[in-house]
């Protein structure tokens, strides 16, 4: 879903050569050129011809956030699975408008058409303040990544296989195989051009890029956000880069007709095709299912399966890149269970996460990043519209627990007031994190929780 080419992604750089406005390089003329010209390159590079050839049009937000709408409805279920199904067009809309009004090019496989939205290409100079992205050069490497979006959904039905897929987690690894592909074929053509491999480097490393003058809490949220779509598109291309260098043979080919359906199969691409995919863990689903049934009355629940995609979206730039690598050295896999009230689920949540390491070092020292990774946030947080004003540490009594720690925090949100408790615990291989969002809870009930998880991981 994630094929966007985000506001922010554009933010440091002045790459291409000036054009005074988004109307002199998006024309009508110059649409069916660069359309034409798009084409070619991507039927040469893949050696697939793209039939029927998609049509293309200069569009407002509005008509792209329409054709969005169709595409997203399958989505809903799978991001909200707790949203009544008649609510799911309210919100496939809500989102397609988001979209709508930063997208600069989409594919839209119901229509068979690539929408050049010229209205948004000004936000390439006005957010970012450099007029110089406004160019014919941009503009050309946005129309080749949606047709090769176009070439894929003729080839292999691409967007065809959403409305299959069974999980968040299948999703989020397709959405890495569709943006990595379409990168991937951009990167090799613009490989080709005077200054393309350049231009191209430049293009990925910005895309996610936060825009100057975003402070504090603001700055840290936008970074999560955009991280998601670091992930399509940076990871999804390293994917198809690994595999290229492989010397696999026919790996689109392979990867389109059998996915891979995790997204720690996107970071590690060894694993792809093999029986397991992975290091074995503990089947979780009996403490979760029994945690979930506790509270079916009166919150809602959702699985998050966890990979190393997360950590690095919570971690960010807090702390060193080297030593979030360390901890994840030992890393396996893990699931957080989501709860949100039934009555007003935007009111509070309760997390409940465990994360299986190789060995009980290994679960120590992923402790220890979370842990200083709260006290970073605490730094992060001190300034914006979302602060962190009080913070109080303490420890929990875990039976078998080496490490505990129990954070209290008051944020202030654009004024309003939010208490969150977040309690860790390292036992053996596993660690153990329980977070309550403005929900009230005593100390006893979440050492009786982590306790509870504990003991179903001991064995107890």
Known sequence: MNRLLLTAAFAFTSLFVRAESAEEIVTEESVKRVVAEALKLVEAETGAKID?????????AKEVAAALVEELI???????????????????????????????????????????????????????????????????????HEMVHASDHARFKAFDRISTLKTAEELHAWNAILEGHAQYVTSRILAR??????????????????????????????????????????DGLA????????????????VFRDPP????????????????????????????????????????????????VEFKTAVGNLLPAERLAEALKGFHGGQTLVLTPKDNPGRAMILIGICEMEDEAAAGTLFDLNADLGKAKDEKFKTGGI??????????????????????????????????????????????????????????EVEALVQRAADFLRGK
């Open 52 to 60: 029927p050839a998609p049509s293309a049009k200069i569009a407002g």
């Open 193 to 234: 051009e005077e200054g393309g491999a350049a231009h191209f480097e430049q293009f990925e490393r910005i895309v996610g890029a936060v825009p100057p003058g975003v402070t504090g809490g603001e700055r840290m949220v936008l970074e999560l956000l955009n991280s998601l779509s670091r992930f399509a598109y940076h």
């Open 387 to 444: 602060r962190i004003t009080e913070s109080k540490y303490g420890e929990l009594k875990v039976e078998g627990a080496a490490k505990t720690i129990d954070a209290r925090k008051t944020l202030d949100v654009n004024g309003q007031t939010v208490k969150l408790r977040d309690s860790i615990a390292a036992v053996d291989r596993w660690t153990i994190e329980v977070a309550f969002s403005n929900e009230p809870v005593k100390k006893k």
């Open 261 to 308: 359906k995790r997204k720690d199969v996107i970071l590690h691409p060894e694993r792809y095709g093999k029986p397991d995919e992975g290091p074995a863990t503990k089947d979780l689903a009996p403490l979760f299912d029994a945690l979930k049934k506790d509270r079916a009355e009166e919150w809602n629940a959702q699985l998050v399966t966890l990979s190393e």
């Open 239 to 254: 994917f198809f880069n690994a595999l290229e260098k492989s010397g696999r043979k026919n790996f689109v080919e392979e």
């Open 74 to 144: 399958p989505q809903i279920p799978l991001l909200q699975p707790s949203l009544p199904e008649d609510g799911r067009r309210a919100a496939a809309e809500q989102m397609a408008n988001l979209f709508g009004a930063s997208l600069f090019g989409k594919f839209a496989p119901g229509t068979n058409t690539i929408y050049v939205v010229r209205d948004n290409f000004h936000l390439l100079g006005d957010t970012a303040g450099q007029p110089d992205l406004l160019s014919l050069a941009t503009f050309h490497t946005i129309v080749i």
